[in-house]
């Protein structure tokens, strides 16, 4: 059993998860981060260790290291970490859409992935928060998958293609529909409306699609083919012609 865990970040990934593992009983020894400061707030939020050099890192009966890290960084953070006395330990990184791969110069690896997007301020229901894994030995795989119902309801094992699929979904749900969101604050901010006056709307459709196929649950003037609104439409976003445009993309693909 996983008790014993270290992360290397201290990010929004890594300080909600590691938050949810001592919340859940685990022991969070320490915190690595290039920026001294940031690694010993986090640090001093779960209880553990803040540090900044590798060498520091304290792997004797260390059960799992966590690289919370930028996509970017995760090929660095394991080429330092293969010239470290880890081999002992299992090392996971959680991104979505990064390769197992990346981890090759460690003997044991996976892939603990949590579905959800972080934000300061806010502190997610980490039991319906997906955690996707993945592990190259069948033991560590179930360790990690022990690991994850421990912090969450769903737990899924998923193969890397698996895992691209659904951080590209996630980025069409999430991104792009708060990118969308966005350029409906400045709409009504253009009439000095309120964005809140969109909140039923939003929270209504969100509802609408649990338990139901969102294409059954599809409304609007493209729909309907009323093309005069359509037109009224396109005609009111003249003077933005980047939101005129993605306006004419999404209207030909509910049509189609």
């Not at 938050?19 to 915190?31: D, E, S, V």
């Not at 980025?171 to 966005?182: D, K, P, R, W």
């Not at 400045?186 to 809140?196: K, S, V």
Request: proline letters at 5%.
């Amino acid at each position: 059993m996983i008790q014993t865990i270290s992360i290397v970040g201290a990010g929004k990934v890594a300080t909600h998860l590691s938050k949810r593992l001592q919340a859940c009983g685990l022991h969070i020894r320490q915190i690595y981060s290039r920026q001294l400061e940031d690694a010993q707030e986090l640090a001093t939020a779960v209880n553990a260790q803040g540090i900044n050099r590798w060498k520091d890192l304290q792997f004797s009966g260390l059960d799992l290291l966590i690289i919370a890290v930028k996509d970017q960084a995760i090929p660095e953070v394991a080429q330092q970490l293969s010239t470290l006395p880890s081999h002992a330990t299992l090392i996971v990184h959680t991104s979505g859409s990064s390769p197992l791969n990346w981890l090759n110069a460690l003997p044991r690896r996976g892939i603990f992935y949590p579905l959800q997007s972080f934000s300061p301020g806010r502190e997610p229901d980490f039991n319906q928060i997906p955690i996707c894994m993945e592990a190259t030995h069948p033991a560590d795989q179930k360790l990690l998958f022990e690991l994850g119902q421990r912090i969450s309801h769903k737990v899924q094992i998923t193969s890397e293609a698996d895992r691209r699929s659904l951080h590209l979904a996630a980025i069409f749900v999430n991104n792009f529909a708060n990118h969308l969101y966005q350029i409906a604050a400045e709409i009504l901010a253009e009439r000095q409306l309120p964005f809140d006056l969109l909140l039923p709307l939003i929270q209504e459709t969100a509802a609408k699609i649990q338990g139901h196929d969102p294409v059954e649950m599809q409304t609007g003037p493209a729909l309907r083919g009323d093309r005069a609104t359509i037109e009224r439409h396109l005609d009111m976003l003249e003077e933005h012609p980047e939101w005129r445009e993605l306006y004419g993309v999404f209207t030909a693909l509910i049509r189609a």
